[in-house]
């Protein structure tokens, strides 16, 4: 079999019955992060407006399909675009270090779409979520992703096109010759830039909702006896020996149904790009063992990989003057000056871009490639941040940052970042009913009910 056929014929055969139970347990806290992001920036992502404006002159804001957070009606396709863009807005969503992918946010949102679509129980949908992420990781490990970065290709979005079509094709109950046609479909809609880090462009989110409503796409096609092209990963022109340069296309299927590398997938305890988790983590713990004023901060270097330089540290000119969301959510002066002002870094912090104290404290912090930090990469996005204050010098290296899989979440940590997310939207008791809800996805006769679960109350709209 071909690599394309027997990835596919491995998502068609996903049961989750037969999932080791840590499996199935991990990918429902999984769901619940990513809902929780995408209830709270339907109305607080300021790119949500103008989104949810073109799919209405898209004629996407008819049906009967579900946004999270909104109580209108979409066609699935603009459901899965919505949900998979907001999952992806506050840059607080999963990640697979090693792949450099954001999973959640395309896979989730397509597989719901498709359950909608069907009827499709909640284990058939998590079977779709679990297939989703696997496929999408799996190539992006194989480009691999650092190559795939250097071309200026946004993984999350390319490799989760894929996801999501693997993901709606198992809800749909496609066979293995439906699920690579579905793949074949999705090669030629597999895209995505990094080039929004010129200007804190909404396009990193766009271009991920765009993935997940692509695979959906590709799957619907697919199911309706839409011919896709073959050999979608490994062929002379498919997906990993177009998009890198010196692709281990052997990777895919290492240790295939052993190893899922969802099990790999960390979530994020700040909302903003993961490459700075680990000094945020070095500077909140040096700030609360030394009871550190912002004054008496003289300067901080954030030690990092090549590729965390990249987008976290370079231009450095224009990282140290961060003007919008985005900027601050891809600034490793920003966050890091932030923890060591605050002693804290959430969703509400971007509120504070232009404060005269963190405006202050800016330009006492720079990135720099360092190449201890380097020797970690890419099984950890680590760092080292060298804290220079009270005329000494403080050292704090972090391997591995907060919610990644060896340093998981608990499920009350989980919980209480969905309730800090979705509480002010829905209502605090709403929001814990949904909770509990997706918690148990794989019982649910319908897993629709989460997305109908998900609309806010009249009195959490007046509270908003």
Same mark, same amino acid.
């Given at each position: 079999?071909?690599?394309?056929?027997?990835?596919?014929?491995?998502? +068609?055969?996903?049961?989750?019955?037969?999932?080791? =139970?840590?499996?199935?347990?991990?990918?429902?806290? !999984?769901?619940?992060?990513?809902?929780? %992001?995408?209830?709270?920036?339907?109305?607080?992502?300021?790119?949500?407006? +103008?989104?949810?404006?073109?799919?209405?002159?898209?004629?996407?804001?008819?049906?009967?399909?579900?946004?999270?957070?909104?109580?209108?009606?979409?066609?699935?396709?603009?459901?899965?675009?919505?949900?998979?863009?907001?999952?992806?807005?506050?840059?607080?969503?999963?990640?697979?270090?090693?792949?450099?992918?954001?999973?959640?946010?395309?896979?989730?949102?397509?597989?719901?779409?498709?359950?909608?679509?069907?009827?499709?129980?909640?284990?058939?949908?998590?079977?779709?979520?679990?297939?989703?992420?696997?496929?999408?990781?799996?190539?992006?490990?194989?480009? =691999?992703? *650092?190559?795939?970065?250097?071309?200026?290709?946004?993984?999350?979005?390319?490799?989760?096109?894929?996801?999501?079509?693997?993901?709606?094709?198992?809800?749909?109950?496609?066979?293995?010759? *439906?699920?690579?046609?579905?793949?074949?479909?999705?090669?030629?809609?597999?895209?995505?830039?990094?080039?929004?880090?010129?200007?804190?462009?909404?396009?990193?989110?766009?271009?991920?909702?765009?993935?997940?409503?692509?695979?959906?796409?590709?799957?619907?096609?697919?199911?309706?006896?839409?011919?896709?092209?073959?050999? +979608?990963?490994?062929?002379?022109?498919?997906?990993? %020996?177009?998009?890198?340069?010196?692709?281990?296309?052997?990777?895919?299927?290492?240790?295939?149904?052993?190893?899922?590398?969802?099990?790999?997938?960390?979530?994020?305890?700040?909302?903003?790009?993961?490459?700075?988790?680990?000094?945020?983590?070095?500077?909140?713990?040096?700030?609360?063992? !030394?009871?550190?004023?912002?004054?008496?901060?003289?300067?901080?270097?954030?030690?990092?990989?090549?590729?965390?330089?990249?987008?976290?540290?370079?231009?450095?000119?224009?990282?140290?003057?961060?003007? %919008?969301?985005?900027?601050?959510?891809?600034?490793?002066?920003?966050?890091?000056?932030?923890?060591?002002?605050?002693?804290?870094?959430?969703?509400?912090?971007?509120?504070?871009?232009?404060?005269?104290?963190?405006?202050?404290?800016?330009?006492?912090?720079?990135?720099?490639?360092?190449?201890?930090?380097?020797?970690?990469? =890419?099984?950890?996005?680590?760092?080292?941040?060298?804290?220079?204050?009270?005329?000494?010098?403080?050292?704090?290296?972090?391997?591995?940052?907060?919610?990644? =899989?060896? %340093?998981?979440?608990?499920?009350?940590?989980?919980?209480?970042?969905?309730?800090? !997310?979705?509480?002010?939207?829905?209502? +605090?008791?709403?929001?814990?009913? !949904?909770?509990?809800?997706?918690?148990?996805?794989?019982?649910?006769?319908?897993?629709?009910?989460?997305?109908?679960?998900?609309?806010?109350?009249?009195?959490?709209?007046?509270?908003?």
């Amino acid at each position: 079999m071909t690599i394309t056929n027997e990835l596919s014929a491995f998502a +068609a055969g996903l049961r989750v019955e037969a999932l080791p =139970p840590e499996v199935v347990a991990r990918a429902r806290l !999984l769901v619940l992060d990513l809902i929780g %992001n995408a209830v709270r920036a339907r109305q607080e992502a300021e790119s949500t407006p +103008a989104l949810l404006a073109a799919v209405k002159a898209l004629g996407l804001a008819q049906g009967e399909a579900r946004v999270f957070g909104d109580d209108a009606g979409y066609a699935p396709a603009g459901a899965a675009l919505v949900n998979a863009t907001l999952g992806h807005s506050l840059d607080f969503d999963d990640t697979h270090a090693e792949a450099v992918v954001h999973p959640g946010a395309p896979v989730i949102p397509a597989a719901l779409a498709a359950a909608e679509m069907v009827g499709a129980s909640g284990a058939e949908t998590l079977a779709g979520i679990v297939a989703g992420y696997e496929v999408a990781l799996r190539l992006a490990l194989a480009l =691999p992703a *650092g190559a795939h970065y250097d071309r200026g290709f946004h993984p999350s979005a390319t490799c989760g096109a894929f996801g999501a079509a693997a993901a709606a094709g198992r809800v749909f109950g496609l066979d293995a010759a *439906g699920i690579a046609s579905a793949l074949g479909i999705a090669l030629s809609q597999s895209a995505g830039s990094l080039q929004f880090l010129a200007n804190g462009a909404w396009t990193k989110r766009f271009q991920v909702g765009w993935a997940g409503m692509a695979g959906l796409t590709a799957a619907t096609l697919a199911r309706e006896g839409f011919k896709g092209a073959a050999d +979608a990963i490994e062929g002379k022109h498919g997906f990993l %020996n177009a998009y890198a340069p010196a692709p281990r296309p052997e990777r895919v299927l290492q240790d295939l149904g052993q190893f899922y590398e969802l099990m790999a997938t960390g979530v994020k305890p700040y909302p903003s790009c993961r490459w700075g988790h680990a000094g945020i983590d070095a500077a909140l713990a040096l700030r609360a063992e !030394l009871d550190l004023k912002p004054e008496e901060i003289e300067g901080a270097t954030l030690g990092i990989s090549r590729a965390a330089l990249l987008l976290v540290g370079e231009p450095a000119e224009r990282k140290a003057d961060p003007q %919008n969301v985005v900027d601050g959510q891809f600034s490793g002066p920003f966050v890091i000056a932030t923890a060591l002002a605050t002693g804290g870094m959430d969703w509400d912090s971007y509120k504070l871009l232009q404060d005269p104290g963190i405006r202050a404290l800016l330009p006492r912090v720079i990135c720099a490639h360092d190449e201890e930090i380097e020797a970690e990469f =890419p099984a950890n996005m680590s760092g080292k941040l060298t804290l220079r204050a009270r005329g000494q010098t403080f050292i704090r290296k972090v391997v591995v940052p907060k919610g990644e =899989p060896s %340093n998981f979440p608990t499920d009350a940590e989980l919980r209480a970042k969905f309730a800090g !997310l979705a509480d002010a939207v829905l209502g +605090a008791g709403p929001a814990s009913a !949904l909770a509990e809800e997706v918690l148990r996805l794989e019982q649910l006769n319908e897993a629709a009910s989460l997305l109908r679960r998900a609309a806010p109350t009249p009195d959490a709209r007046a509270a908003a």
